[in-house]
């Protein structure tokens, strides 16, 4: 029976893809060496080990949105779930290398996007863990067929610059952000009522208000 191992080899943003995409090279290798996998179907969860860095405090104070107040990390710093992907691995003998496709989203209500924006520099610290079944050839030849357990995991560490790279890319200058239907209605009743020509001079219009009003 096919032993297969997994370790993640490097990451690269697509620059042409229709959304915001990382590309995690993927090394897959069989022991024994010389056996035929005929294919492998994997089932892939993505988790985002945060207990694995050291936070600055302007990182600390972008993330009270997720874990609270520093005083509490101790119980609210925890690993997240980022997403899950589906990879089909062509056959092979020994080892091979395939793309793990991971789309992103730049929507800031999303605990991913607000964990990674935070973040200043260094690496991501991620884990992959591993499911899914083998297709393969025994000793006479006959095709065989084996599960691969979640029990298989592999760690990488994600540079930050890669994420921020491919969201300028992606995004030159700009973020966006969800709102509720209500919210949006308002704000353009706003916008349209005053003569204000873009959503950007709208935001600072009401920011400037509401930063006058505060004011001693």
């Given at each position: 029976?096919?032993?297969l191992d997994?370790q993640?080899?490097?990451?690269e943003?697509?620059?042409?893809?229709?959304t915001?995409t990382?590309?995690?090279?993927l090394?897959v290798?069989n022991?024994?060496?010389?056996?035929?996998?005929?294919?492998?179907?994997l089932?892939?969860?993505?988790q985002?080990?945060?207990?694995?860095?050291?936070?600055?405090?302007?990182e600390?104070?972008?993330?009270?949105?997720l874990f609270?107040?520093?005083d509490?990390w101790s119980q609210?710093?925890?690993?997240?779930?980022?997403?899950?992907?589906?990879?089909?691995?062509p056959g092979?003998q020994?080892?091979?290398v395939?793309?793990?496709?991971?789309?992103?989203t730049?929507?800031f209500n999303?605990a991913?996007?607000?964990?990674?924006?935070a973040?200043?520099d260094?690496e991501?610290?991620l884990?992959?863990?591993?499911s899914?079944?083998?297709?393969?050839?025994?000793?006479s030849?006959t095709?065989?067929?084996?599960?691969i357990?979640w029990?298989?995991?592999?760690k990488?560490r994600?540079?930050?610059?890669?994420?921020?790279?491919?969201?300028?890319h992606?995004?030159?200058?700009?973020?966006?952000?969800?709102?509720?239907?209500d919210?949006?209605?308002r704000l353009n009743?706003?916008k349209?009522r005053c003569?204000?020509?873009?959503?950007?001079q709208t935001l600072?219009?009401?920011?400037d208000?509401?930063?006058e009003?505060?004011?001693p």
């Open positions: 029976m096919p032993d997994f993640i080899e490097r990451a943003a697509l620059p042409f893809a229709a915001p990382i590309a995690f090279k090394r290798s022991s024994p060496e010389p056996q035929a996998i005929h294919s492998v179907f089932r892939i969860q993505i985002i080990d945060s207990t694995r860095r050291r936070y600055t405090p302007a600390q104070e972008r993330m009270r949105d609270g107040d520093p509490r609210t710093l925890r690993t997240m779930l980022w997403t899950h992907a589906v990879v089909v691995v092979f020994g080892s091979t395939a793309d793990i496709p991971v789309a992103c730049f929507d999303a991913a996007t607000k964990y990674f924006s973040l200043d260094g991501l610290p884990i992959f863990l591993f899914g079944t083998v297709f393969y050839e025994d000793e030849g095709m065989q067929i084996a599960p357990s029990e298989k995991e592999t990488f994600l540079p930050v610059r890669t994420w921020r790279e491919m969201m300028d992606y995004y030159p200058n700009t973020a966006w952000l969800t709102l509720r239907k919210v949006l209605d009743q706003y349209t003569g204000i020509p873009t959503w950007e600072e219009r009401a920011l208000a509401v930063e009003l505060a004011k």
